[in-house]
């Protein structure tokens, strides 16, 4: 069954730095979204992408974050500066279209650890 | 800002039994709820769903009914099995938000032997 993948499955890194979070979504997928999870909070929608470009960003979603589809099969979503209240899981989703109700298939998610 | 509620952090059932799990919803433009399913290290994985012109929706086990005018959802689950165990998120889109998923905290589900 196909399956929305993300690596690494870990990141650590020191603040200020710059990550970049990788996400294989399902090959036939035309829609793509970045969701987090502060630990302990709910799951936060950051950004839906289709056709290339952004369609629809959260108030989260400032100019420290980005996304790119680099190529035909990988969606990247990168923190420019990273700061400690970035620390939560990141999870991609993927789904066949962008209709109302249509399943988001979900990634493992990233756990990204600033210190 | 809490569009979606699930006020229930945990629920302990009985294996055998039947699962209840509420959400409210407080934003009258959400036209589609989904329910998904989170085990601890795994990315959440779709249930179930409904539009808000029906108040039933039905798959196996799984059943969700919606009450509009109450803005609330329930899922019921029957039987419960072990493997039910997780936590449930309700989530809701609205038309015009290019759907996006508005979550729930979720309900922390144990089923007990």
């Known amino acids: 069954e196909p399956e929305v993948t993300q690596t690494p499955s870990h990141q650590v890194t020191q603040m200020g730095q710059e990550v970049i979070l990788r996400c294989v979504p399902i090959?036939?997928?035309?829609?793509f979204y970045w969701y987090r999870q502060i630990l302990g909070q709910k799951v936060e929608f950051l950004v839906s992408?289709?056709?290339?470009?952004?369609?629809?960003k959260s108030e989260i979603f400032d100019d420290q974050f980005s996304v790119e589809r680099p190529d035909g099969s990988n969606f990247t979503l990168k923190i420019r500066s990273t700061k400690l209240e970035d620390s939560a899981m990141y999870f991609c989703?993927?789904?066949?279209?962008?209709?109302?109700?249509?399943?988001?298939?979900f990634g493992p998610g990233t756990r990204l650890t600033v210190l | 800002d809490q569009q979606v509620k699930q006020n229930s952090p945990s629920l302990s059932v009985q294996e055998g039994r039947i699962s209840i799990l509420n959400c409210d919803y407080t934003n009258s433009m959400f036209d589609y709820f989904l329910w998904y399913k989170k085990y601890p290290a795994e990315g959440p994985t779709f249930l179930i769903s409904?539009?808000?012109i029906k108040d039933k929706n039905e798959d196996g086990r799984f059943t969700v009914f919606l009450n509009k005018s109450a803005k609330h959802l329930s899922l019921h689950i029957v039987p419960s099995q072990p493997g039910d165990s997780a936590v449930y998120f309700c989530?809701?889109?609205?038309?015009?938000?290019?759907?996006?998923?508005?979550w729930g905290a979720g309900t922390k589900l144990i089923i007990k032997p």
């Open positions: 992408f289709y056709n290339n470009e952004i369609s629809e």
């Open positions: 989530a809701a889109s609205a038309q015009g938000s290019n759907y996006q998923l508005i």
């Open positions: 409904i539009s808000s």
């Open positions: 989703a993927s789904s066949e279209w962008g209709l109302a109700g249509d399943e988001q298939f």
């Open positions: 090959s036939n997928h035309l829609y």
